[in-house]
């Protein structure tokens, strides 16, 4: 049983459609998650931030935290080819010594 | 200001044989990580350092060794190599230990025959 359940996809959708990418996780001490974005053969680079429950954008991206339901999810508005990438979720807490929890990552193409 | 890096980039390895993979970080950070990749498995840490000269197990460090003797450079070693161990061995820094960003280099692809 993992701590962090993510759906590695694929997930294929056409450009200028929103996505929404989610993560599901078990351990309520979970405090702060993470969004990282890893593109093809690359290192994972952080795209989103958020603490404790709400909503957090950053242009065409809005992260969610639903922490009743134990639910996180990143948003994207307008998608573009640019996008097509894993998009991976992290979590943690101030008991784990704030290792990240990682999800297995979700993989986005966007049709042009 | 060249962030995380990597050597090397790709390496196979045939069983029981040994290498070492070279992280090197030119911000100043003063925690560094070793992560591997494994087709849906996600990110597991195998070893991490909260600063020079201290190392700490992760979830999945058998098999491997660490050291960090310079604060910039963080060394992860694999003693005798098992097909088991091939994956994709990601080093990443960060400034302090809380929910600061982690910084990822570029990946090494290891195979092990």
């Known amino acids: 049983h993992k701590e962090v359940e993510q759906d590695p996809g694929p997930l294929s959708v056409p450009e200028g459609a929103i996505v929404s990418l989610n993560c599901t996780y078990s351990?309520?001490?979970?405090?702060?998650f993470m969004w990282y974005r890893q593109y093809s053969r690359k290192g994972p680079e952080l795209l989103m931030y958020t603490y404790s429950s709400g909503n957090k954008e950053d242009g065409r991206f809005t992260a969610q935290v639903d922490k009743s339901s134990k639910y996180i999810s990143l948003f994207i508005r307008d998608s573009q080819p640019s996008d097509s990438a894993t998009y991976l979720c992290?979590?943690?807490?101030?008991?784990?010594?704030?290792?990240?929890?990682w999800g297995a990552g979700t993989k986005l193409i966007i049709k042009p | 200001n060249a962030g995380v890096t990597q050597t090397p980039k790709f390496r196979v390895l045939k069983t029981g044989q040994s290498m070492t993979l070279l992280c090197a970080q030119d911000m100043n950070h003063e925690y560094m990580y070793w992560y591997r990749q494994d087709p849906g498995m996600g990110l597991r840490l195998i070893h991490y350092?909260?600063?020079?000269?201290?190392?700490a197990k992760g979830e999945v460090p058998d098999g491997y060794n660490v050291s960090r003797l310079k604060k910039q450079n963080f060394l992860l070693g694999l003693e005798s190599a098992a097909p088991s161990q091939t994956s994709v061995y990601f080093c990443?820094?960060?400034?302090?230990?809380?929910?600061?960003?982690?910084?990822f280099g570029p990946g090494t692809r290891l195979t092990v025959l």
């Open positions: 351990n309520s001490a979970f405090q702060y």
């Open positions: 350092s909260v600063g020079e000269g201290t190392t």
């Open positions: 992290a979590m943690t807490h101030m008991d784990s010594n704030y290792q990240l929890i």
């Open positions: 990443a820094s960060q400034n302090g230990g809380s929910t600061d960003t982690q910084y």
